[in-house]
């Protein structure tokens, strides 16, 4: 009963009892957190609207993105992941979500910005249907922590839209 | 002759039942952790209730919840025997089916993960993903990448607790 084996697994299993225990609170602890992101984005140009080899309708953008994601950041956050994402319906496809940029924001202070950018990643459609499109831009963000659960959020902005024709 | 014989006799038993316990309680330990794992993959709904490529946990098999862009997916390809983990970045849903397209890729990476798909292959559908990633707990994924790499660790590893297993019995 006072061996070395048993004193060293009591000892062990009572440390990583601990340990889950404060990862656990620490996790807790984000839902406290007052959190009041802000973001807007504005298309300054459509570079180019046309098929793509493969037949897909695909649009180049140039877009200005201002946000403030400071208050997403607690002691227990390794990084942010944020992203803009077009959102759209079709016809046949009832949401379509195509990520046009996004960023690691490692720190706090990196997470105040303003970016003038062309979409980092193409936008193109299953299809032909972006013609005159209605469209949202959400500006996503994945706050990473540095142990526990991880928290997601979006601010929809609505009001875009595609031109008639192909340019 | 008689007493000797009867000494052998019960020297014998008491032997016999011994090892029976033990082996009796290392079949307990084994079937233990099965049962585990097996709940795990029960309460999760995934047929990998643990993944440790990333240290992430994952939540309930979402049959009924839909993929979205930015979701962390733990996915297989045709060919490939370790599932990878990464970011959903485009998503096509069917109106009427649910049925869904999904482009994946490493935050890191330059490129998406075409080039990680089999041939041919432009999109990820329900059926590739294995379960979505929740959460974080860092290091805890060390000592299965540690006993992949390095098999003997494991080996070690079980050879101790089955002696411990005999050792308390004594």
Same mark, same amino acid.
Request: hydrophobic share 45%; glycine share 6%; net charge positive.
């Given at each position: 009963?006072?061996?070395?084996?048993?004193?060293?697994?009591?000892?062990?299993?009572?440390?990583?009892?601990?340990?889950?225990?404060?990862?656990?609170?620490?996790?807790?602890?984000?839902?406290?957190?007052?959190?009041?992101?802000?973001?807007?984005?504005?298309?300054?140009?459509?570079?180019?609207?046309?098929?793509?080899?493969?037949?897909?309708?695909?649009?180049?953008?140039?877009?200005?993105?201002?946000?403030?994601?400071?208050?997403?950041?607690?002691?227990?956050?390794?990084?942010?992941?944020?992203?803009?994402?077009?959102?759209?319906?079709?016809?046949?496809?009832?949401?379509?979500?195509?990520?046009?940029?996004?960023?690691?924001?490692?720190?706090?202070?990196?997470?105040?910005?303003?970016?003038?950018?062309?979409?980092?990643?193409?936008?193109?459609?299953?299809?032909?249907?972006?013609?005159?499109?209605?469209?949202?831009?959400?500006?996503?963000?994945?706050?990473?922590?540095?142990?526990?659960?991880?928290?997601?959020?979006?601010?929809?902005?609505?009001?875009?839209?595609?031109?008639?024709?192909?340019? | 002759?008689?007493?000797?014989?009867?000494?052998?006799?019960?020297?014998?038993?008491?032997?016999?039942?011994?090892?029976?316990?033990?082996? @009796?309680?290392?079949?307990? $330990? *084994?079937?233990?952790?099965?049962? =585990?794992?097996?709940?795990?993959?029960? #309460?999760?709904?995934? /047929?990998?209730?643990?993944?440790?490529?990333?240290?992430?946990?994952?939540?309930?098999?979402?049959?009924?919840?839909?993929?979205?862009?930015?979701? @962390?997916?733990?996915?297989? $390809? *045709?060919?490939?025997?370790?599932? =990878?983990?990464?970011?959903?970045?485009? #998503?096509?849903?069917? /109106?009427?089916?649910?049925?869904?397209?999904?482009?994946?890729?490493?935050?890191?990476?330059?490129?998406?993960?075409?080039?990680?798909?089999?041939?041919?292959?432009?999109?990820?559908?329900?059926?590739?993903?294995?379960?979505?990633?929740?959460?974080?707990?860092?290091?805890?994924?060390?000592?299965?990448?540690?006993?992949?790499?390095?098999?003997?660790?494991?080996?070690?590893?079980?050879?101790?607790?089955?002696?411990?297993?005999?050792?308390?019995?004594?």
């Amino acid at each position: 009963m006072h061996s070395f084996g048993y004193r060293a697994n009591a000892l062990l299993t009572f440390a990583l009892t601990i340990l889950a225990f404060m990862c656990a609170i620490a996790s807790f602890s984000d839902n406290f957190s007052n959190q009041t992101p802000s973001a807007q984005i504005q298309i300054l140009n459509i570079n180019w609207f046309q098929e793509e080899p493969h037949g897909n309708d695909e649009v180049s953008l140039t877009l200005n993105i201002t946000a403030d994601l400071q208050s997403l950041f607690t002691w227990n956050t390794k990084q942010v992941f944020a992203f803009v994402a077009a959102e759209y319906k079709t016809s046949k496809n009832s949401l379509n979500q195509v990520s046009l940029w996004d960023a690691i924001i490692p720190e706090k202070e990196h997470a105040k910005f303003w970016i003038q950018i062309s979409n980092k990643y193409p936008f193109i459609d299953k299809g032909h249907n972006l013609r005159g499109k209605d469209f949202n831009l959400t500006l996503h963000w994945h706050v990473m922590p540095k142990t526990g659960k991880m928290l997601a959020d979006k601010i929809v902005m609505s009001g875009y839209r595609l031109p008639d024709a192909y340019r | 002759m008689g007493l000797i014989g009867e000494k052998i006799d019960s020297i014998k038993s008491i032997q016999i039942r011994q090892l029976l316990t033990q082996a @009796i309680s290392l079949g307990m $330990i *084994v079937t233990s952790a099965l049962i =585990i794992w097996k709940a795990l993959m029960c #309460v999760t709904g995934s /047929e990998s209730p643990v993944v440790v490529v990333l240290s992430e946990s994952m939540e309930p098999g979402f049959k009924r919840d839909p993929i979205r862009a930015g979701e @962390i997916v733990v996915f297989n $390809i *045709v060919g490939r025997d370790i599932p =990878i983990v990464h970011r959903v970045i485009k #998503v096509h849903e069917r /109106e009427n089916t649910g049925e869904v397209d999904v482009l994946t890729k490493g935050d890191k990476n330059l490129d998406d993960d075409r080039l990680l798909y089999a041939k041919g292959q432009l999109w990820l559908h329900r059926h590739h993903i294995m379960g979505r990633a929740v959460g974080f707990l860092p290091y805890v994924g060390w000592v299965t990448i540690i006993m992949t790499e390095k098999p003997i660790i494991k080996y070690i590893l079980i050879g101790a607790l089955g002696l411990l297993v005999i050792k308390s019995k004594d």
